[in-house]
């Protein structure tokens, strides 16, 4: 009985392999950052497991995320704690003949048509606040005391759709993600205070160009947007406009990004650079934001690339930089 116990599981597991696939892959850097003041050593290394599958009848379906990612919430922790284990990081997906569905921390539908501007430098960006990241109401982080967010992507010739959506709940429950910090004085439940956010999107796709249109509403907050890109050779060049409503401001506030961002590439080289200017009306009093960006990228080849890159903006005090080389395996 044992010996034909062993052999039938053996047979399941063999079978569940011809259908499936778990796949391990990472990251690395190591370099130098210069915070307007001082120069800071900066390396880390990351694991990725990205898990793919089939079912009979050809749907395809996986899932992806970090170690760091599995799972690092804690009982009646409220604070911003991420986990893969609770879809508020890493994702799932399933897809097939009429599209894609993803769940997770995924990003909305504004963000897949749209993007954001060129990273530079080997942290990606990071070394200068990510200011080259595009504000988007849903998705990508931004709504992650609801849990995971909602995307699907359709794409019909040259046109794709796409369409994002929260719960519209941040009370936890069992099964469910949640992570309210109202709650009620005399039972001491969670009290439900989330608005849900949801998002369209469609995007046209030409030989060497594309342009999309946008809009996101999140409670009193709306949102649209903007973007093209053109690519002439060895040349990419982006502009990106997004409009905001923020009614849940006392008094009402209103804001505008306009963004440009080009690309360089020739043979292991690329250059890449990008403007951006945020401008906010809060009660009448008018601020603006101006950011820049300018990086280079040398692959090495095998999976390690030499990049660098500049930042000033006026979110930060200095201007910063930062120099290393980045690895992938």
Same mark, same amino acid.
């Given at each position: 009985?044992?010996?034909?116990?062993?052999?039938?599981?053996?047979?399941?597991? =063999?079978?569940?392999?011809?259908?499936?696939?778990?796949?391990?892959?990472?990251?690395?850097?190591?370099?130098? *950052?210069?915070? /307007?003041?001082?120069?800071?050593?900066?390396?880390?290394?990351?694991? =990725?497991?990205?898990? =793919?599958?089939?079912?009979?009848?050809?749907?395809?379906?996986?899932?992806?995320?970090?170690?760091?990612?599995?799972?690092?919430?804690? #009982?009646?922790?409220?604070?911003?704690?991420?986990?893969?284990?609770?879809?508020?990081?890493?994702?799932?997906?399933?897809?097939?003949? &009429?599209?894609?569905?993803?769940?997770?921390?995924?990003?909305?539908?504004?963000?897949?048509? *749209?993007?954001?501007?060129?990273?530079?430098?080997? !942290?990606? /960006?990071?070394?200068?606040?990510?200011?080259?990241?595009?504000?988007?109401?849903?998705?990508?982080?931004?709504?992650?005391?609801?849990?995971?967010?909602?995307?699907?992507? &359709?794409?019909?010739?040259?046109?794709?759709?796409?369409?994002?959506?929260?719960?519209?709940?941040?009370?936890?429950?069992? @099964?469910?993600?949640?992570?309210?910090?109202?709650?009620?004085?005399?039972?001491?439940?969670?009290?439900? !205070?989330?608005? =849900?956010?949801?998002?369209?999107?469609?995007? &046209?796709? @030409?030989?060497?160009?594309?342009?999309?249109?946008?809009?996101?509403?999140? @409670?009193?907050?709306?949102?649209?947007?903007?973007?093209?890109?053109?690519?002439?050779?060895?040349?990419?060049?982006?502009?990106?406009?997004?409009? &905001?409503?923020?009614?849940?401001?006392?008094?009402?506030?209103?804001?505008?990004?306009?963004?440009?961002?080009?690309?360089?590439?020739?043979?292991?080289?690329?250059?890449?650079?990008?403007?951006?200017?945020?401008?906010?009306?809060? #009660?009448?009093?008018?601020?603006?934001?101006?950011?820049?960006?300018?990086?280079?990228?040398?692959?090495?080849?095998?999976?390690?690339?030499?990049?660098? @890159? *500049?930042?000033? !903006?006026?979110?930060?005090?200095?201007?910063?930089?930062?120099?290393?080389?980045?690895?992938?395996?």
């Amino acid at each position: 009985m044992k010996k034909f116990l062993f052999a039938t599981t053996a047979l399941v597991m =063999t079978a569940g392999v011809a259908a499936a696939e778990v796949a391990v892959s990472g990251d690395g850097r190591m370099g130098l *950052i210069y915070d /307007g003041d001082d120069v800071q050593f900066s390396s880390r290394a990351r694991v =990725t497991f990205t898990l =793919t599958g089939e079912s009979d009848a050809g749907l395809s379906f996986g899932g992806s995320f970090r170690a760091d990612q599995e799972s690092d919430y804690t #009982a009646g922790n409220t604070g911003s704690s991420r986990s893969a284990a609770r879809g508020t990081a890493g994702a799932v997906w399933i897809s097939g003949t &009429y599209g894609k569905l993803s769940m997770g921390d995924v990003v909305g539908a504004a963000e897949a048509a *749209i993007g954001d501007l060129p990273e530079v430098g080997y !942290t990606a /960006g990071e070394f200068g606040g990510d200011v080259e990241e595009i504000s988007f109401l849903v998705g990508d982080g931004e709504n992650e005391d609801q849990g995971p967010t909602l995307l699907y992507e &359709y794409t019909v010739n040259n046109i794709s759709f796409y369409a994002s959506a929260t719960d519209g709940s941040n009370v936890a429950g069992p @099964g469910v993600v949640g992570r309210s910090t109202d709650f009620d004085p005399i039972t001491g439940d969670q009290i439900d !205070t989330a608005d =849900t956010a949801w998002s369209l999107a469609a995007k &046209y796709e @030409g030989s060497n160009f594309w342009a999309a249109l946008s809009y996101s509403d999140n @409670g009193d907050d709306s949102e649209i947007g903007l973007a093209a890109e053109g690519k002439f050779n060895n040349f990419a060049v982006k502009g990106v406009y997004m409009d &905001y409503d923020y009614d849940s401001v006392v008094g009402g506030a209103d804001g505008k990004t306009y963004g440009l961002g080009a690309t360089y590439q020739m043979d292991a080289l690329t250059v890449k650079g990008f403007w951006r200017r945020d401008e906010v009306e809060v #009660a009448g009093v008018d601020e603006d934001f101006d950011s820049f960006g300018i990086g280079a990228d040398y692959d090495l080849g095998g999976g390690a690339v030499l990049a660098g @890159g *500049i930042i000033d !903006t006026d979110y930060l005090d200095d201007t910063v930089a930062d120099f290393g080389i980045k690895f992938r395996f």
